[in-house]
């Protein structure tokens, strides 16, 4: 294996403006921010280096940087997806993975957008899903979630899981299956181009764009409380690789946060 192109890991961060260059108006020193630095792995540092015009935005003094920082990347993520379903207002959707990340953010999006959200999670989490407002609960050491009665407009595969083929059974005629991955044999994007060739149901594979405008989205939902990033666990910066060993095993719960401060 040859070495990463960046050897500091890392895409999002919350922290306060060191200082700027000569030019820069949006920002100032001792500015509290967030921001998501995708093409660029290298936030897991004491200081990073981010243009203006970036996808970076000041954060309210009521909002901690470990919530901020927990905003970020699966929000964006989620965001890009759910914006793609059209009439979101009273459509069920299912989310599978909704302890995740992306799916803890977006069941939340949807939930604000007016959708009726059944959540796929274990049997554990159950509680923590619905705090977040959820509809109803599959708990998939149980049951399998694609063997039910019940029928959806939208299945969201928020860890990528599943596939089309064993979603179709729960879906709609005009249903959609939207992932988070690529899917065996790199079939989600070439079904999100071919699907819509048809009349019934599709698949959709979006590629999120924009970081900027997601970010500004995500501060709205912040503000306005109907977007709560589920927080697992934080680590000191000294305990990454600790760190780096829970989120590796699979189980965590929403985000893993590494704090410079603690």
């Known amino acids: 294996m040859g070495k990463p192109r960046n050897p500091i890991t890392g895409s999002d961060f919350a922290g306060i403006v060191e200082s700027v260059g000569n030019e820069v108006s949006q920002f100032k020193p001792g500015d509290r921010v967030m921001g998501l630095n995708t093409d660029q792995l290298s936030s897991h540092c004491e200081y990073i280096v981010i243009g203006e015009d970036e996808a970076v935005v000041k954060i309210p003094d009521e909002l901690s940087f470990s919530v901020a920082a927990a905003s970020l990347e699966g929000a964006h993520y989620a965001y890009n997806f759910i914006k793609r379903i059209?009439?979101?207002?009273?459509?069920?959707?299912?989310?599978?993975?909704?302890?995740?990340?992306?799916?803890?953010?977006?069941?939340?999006?949807?939930?604000?957008?007016?959708?009726?959200?059944?959540?796929?999670?274990?049997?554990?989490?159950?509680?923590?899903?619905?705090?977040?407002?959820?509809?109803?609960?599959?708990?998939?050491?149980?049951?399998?979630?694609?063997?039910?009665?019940?029928?959806?407009?939208?299945?969201?595969?928020?860890?990528?899981?599943?596939?089309?083929?064993?979603?179709?059974?729960?879906?709609?005629?005009?249903?959609?299956?939207?992932?988070?991955?690529?899917?065996?044999?790199?079939?989600?994007?070439?079904l999100a181009l071919i699907t819509p060739l048809g009349k019934g149901q599709q698949v959709k594979f979006p590629v999120p764009t924009d970081t900027k405008r997601s970010l500004n989205y995500i501060m709205d939902r912040l503000k306005d409380g109907s977007f709560k990033p589920l927080i697992d666990r934080e680590y000191a910066f000294d305990d990454i690789r600790e760190a780096y060993r829970y989120v590796l095993q699979g189980e965590k719960v929403g985000n893993v946060i590494l704090n410079f401060q603690a």
């Open 86 to 190: 059209p009439d979101l207002p009273g459509k069920k959707v299912l989310v599978n993975g909704a302890t995740g990340a992306i799916g803890s953010a977006g069941l939340q999006f949807l939930k604000y957008h007016g959708a009726l959200v059944t959540a796929v999670c274990r049997a554990e989490h159950e509680d923590i899903v619905r705090d977040m407002g959820v509809d109803a609960v599959i708990a998939y050491d149980r049951v399998d979630f694609t063997q039910t009665d019940s029928k959806f407009d939208v299945v969201f595969d928020a860890v990528g899981k599943s596939t089309f083929g064993k979603c179709r059974r729960v879906l709609t005629q005009q249903g959609l299956y939207i992932s988070s991955e690529l899917g065996p044999k790199v079939q989600n994007p070439l």
